[in-house]
């Protein structure tokens, strides 16, 4: 067995986070070095999927789970108006490989993702 993922430990409680919406299959967090004004992180809270491209081949539910999760965060924490990131892949500067999307929102002008 691998390691746990980082995200997996938040979600046991392992790591502290605040979990700030979840539902049975996904959950969310705020990233811990925030690249926008919103920057929160919505994670299948299984780890079986490494990427999005993974996610959508195996659980397309589950990926629209995802996105309906972060339009729902993008309406709570900005104006509704949100951008959706799947880092896929190291050189494309995806670091843990436990598919998570990354929701900017808020003032994006300064955002470092694009
Ligand atoms: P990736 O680079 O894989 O697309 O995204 C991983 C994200 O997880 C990064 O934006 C990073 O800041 C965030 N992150 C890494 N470790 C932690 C942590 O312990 N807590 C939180 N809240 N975010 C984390």
Known sequence: MSEPSIFTRIL????????????????AIRDIAPQA??????????????????LAAGDPALLSEVV?????LAAEHANG??????????EAGQ????????V?????AESSMG
């Open 12 to 27: 046991n409680g392992e790591i502290p986070s605040e979990i700030i919406a979840q539902t049975d299959t996904v959950f």
């Open 37 to 54: 004004a919103v920057h929160l992180l919505v994670i299948p809270k299984t780890a079986q999927y490494r990427d999005v491209t993974e």
């Open 68 to 72: 309906a999760v972060a339009k729902d």
């Open 81 to 90: 108006d949100f951008r959706l990131i799947f880092n896929t892949g190291a």
């Open 95 to 102: 670091t843990v490989f436990h598919v998570h999307a990354h």
């Open 104 to 108: 900017l929102a808020g003032d994006l």
